[in-house]
């Protein structure tokens, strides 16, 4: 099944999230995160609070640092836009 991960993004970077024009993020390596997964992006003013936007993204490659060229400890992700199937199964795991 699976999971819903949460990142806070940044509000100057959040509306190229939100239209697909940048579909990657470089973060600290968390073996939790799978490809399948969603991430749900939460935009942050400059002080770091919550703005009460967010948008979900299925989580579609990811790249971990196995031949040492990013910074020790972080990976690189790639999302897409959700699909019917995806807000389907995004309501499953969310009411579950």
């Known amino acids: ?3 819903v991960h949460e990142l806070k993004i ?3 970077i959040y509306p190229n999230i939100v239209h697909g024009d940048k579909n990657f993020e470089i973060i ?4 939790d995160i ?9 935009c942050v003013n400059d002080y770091g609070y919550d703005s ?5 993204k299925r989580i579609s490659y990811i790249y971990r640092n196995d031949n040492k060229e ?6 690189i992700i790639g999302f897409n836009a959700l699909n019917h199937f995806d ?6 795991v969310t009411n579950a």
Do not use: C
């Open 87 to 92: 807000q389907e199964q995004l309501s499953e």
């Open 10 to 12: 940044n509000r100057k």
């Open 70 to 75: 990013l910074e020790n400890g972080y990976m």
């Open 34 to 42: 799978k490809v399948f997964d969603f991430i749900r992006f939460v």
């Open 28 to 31: 600290k390596d968390n073996a």
């Open 1 to 3: 099944m699976p999971k």
């Open 52 to 56: 009460g936007k967010s948008v979900v």
